[in-house]
């Protein structure tokens, strides 16, 4: 009876603690287009993964316009049509997957919209 009892007992702390699972969310880090000081946003390693997640599934050789995928994407929006230099949150490639869109396009987040801002008003450089 008494190792029952143990038994028992171990089987009850083992369901408490091993039930208990929390996934921590990091909360993604928006950074300020209008900040002059911001960090340099880099084409290829910040930029492109947004594309590439949310973008070239659809927007990929061969397919919808700009070709989004890795390897064409630069040379596909580095247009005065998708970029837009002189105010750029009004360029194409910002504002029609923006969050606010009420479109049926895939959206960015808050903090990839800030990102893709931030290189826009840094140049939009190919780096």
Request: hydrophobic letters at 35%; glycine letters at 6%; aromatic letters at 8%.
């Amino acid at each position: 009876m008494k190792v029952l009892k143990i038994l028992f007992s171990l089987i009850v702390v083992t369901l408490l603690f091993g039930g208990c699972t929390y996934n921590f969310i990091v909360p993604e880090e928006v950074v300020d287009p209008s900040d002059p000081d911001a960090p340099e946003v880099s084409f290829a390693g910040e930029i492109q993964p947004v594309f590439t997640a949310k973008c070239a599934s659809c927007h990929n050789t061969g397919g919808q316009l700009p070709d989004l995928s890795q390897g064409n994407a630069y040379a596909s929006i580095n247009t005065s049509r998708y970029i837009n230099a002189t105010t750029p949150e009004t360029s194409l490639i910002y504002t029609r997957p923006h969050p606010s869109n009420t479109d049926s396009h895939p959206k960015y987040s808050e903090a990839e919209a800030a990102l893709l801002l931030t290189w826009i008003t840094q140049g939009a450089k190919n780096n």
